[in-house]
Every structure is written in structure tokens, then in C-alpha cells.
């Protein structure tokens, strides 16, 4: 998904946010965001600002429902890259899925069925259950 500089940047900033959440970075965490990064064109020197005050870039969130959800999703992979979702990532998501102005019910079950894919496979199906039942 390649999306615009405005909407590219804060998300990427939420992203970054979530993956400090847990107070450890993984590898695969740090190269899933620095790819994020380069893939919609943001600058190696423009990430580094990015990541090191990610707080300072989490405005001006798109106001179209399915790149919301999509973010959303990213978040969620992001908390489940290094094999347990904490209880301060899962709190980020909530977070996360409120600032993006998600349905708290759709992102508590979304966040549910995440966590237990990290331990067992989750169809795919269950997941387009939940975004059918809350998505426009």
C-alpha cells in the first residue's frame, strides 16, 4: 500500500509509537518500519525525525475509513512481530484505533483474534467477519 507523504507520515509515526510501546524494538519491527518508510518515499534522515519524536508527527490522520482500517492493521502486525502482545501494546492499539476514529468494539476484537494468531492460525474469514460487521 503506497500512500501520500500526509497520510504516509503520521501513521508512520503511530507505527513507531507502537513499537517503542513494549519498551523493546525488534529487528523485525525496526526493518518492517524503515521499509515502510523508504517505500513511500520518506528519506532515511526524515525517518530518523520521525522515530526518535514520533509524538511531534501524529496529526493529520486520513479521513478515509479504509486506509483508517488498513493502518490499523499494520499496527496489530506490528504488535504481534515479536511473538506476544503485551499489555501496553495492546493498550497502544486501543489507542491507536481511537485517534483513528475506529469503533472501540471493532478494534477490542480485532486486537482479540491478533493476540490469538500469535499462538494458533486464525482464518482469514474471522477477520472479514468482524470489518463486515462494523465497516461501512
Known amino acids: ?13 503511530l507505527l513507531i509509537q507502537m513499537a517503542k ?23 532515511s534522515s526524515d525517518y530518523r525525525l520521525i522515530y526518535d519524536e514520533p509524538e511531534k508527527y501524529c496529526v493529520d490522520l486520513p479521513n478515509n475509513e479504509k486506509i483508517r482500517t488498513q493502518f490499523l492493521f499494520m499496527a ?9 502482545a503485551c499489555e501496553r ?11 483513528l476514529g475506529l469503533r472501540p468494539e ?7 483474534l491478533f493476540d ?7 482464518p482469514e474469514k474471522e477477520f472479514e467477519i468482524v470489518l463486515k460487521k462494523y465497516l461501512n
Open 116 to 122: 490469538l494468531q500469535i499462538s494458533e492460525e486464525v
Open 1 to 13: 500500500m503506497k500512500l501520500n507523504p500526509k497520510e504516509i507520515v503520521p501513521m508512520l509515526a
Open 76 to 84: 496489530l502486525s506490528m504488535m504481534q512481530m515479536d511473538n506476544e
Open 106 to 112: 471493532m478494534v477490542e476484537e480485532l486486537i482479540d
Open 89 to 99: 501494546e495492546k493498550a497502544f492499539a486501543k489507542s491507536a484505533g481511537f485517534l
Open 21 to 43: 510501546a513494549d519498551e523493546y524494538i525488534s529487528k523485525n519491527e525496526t526493518l518492517f518500519l524503515a521499509q515502510l518508510a523508504a517505500k513511500n518515499g520518506i528519506s
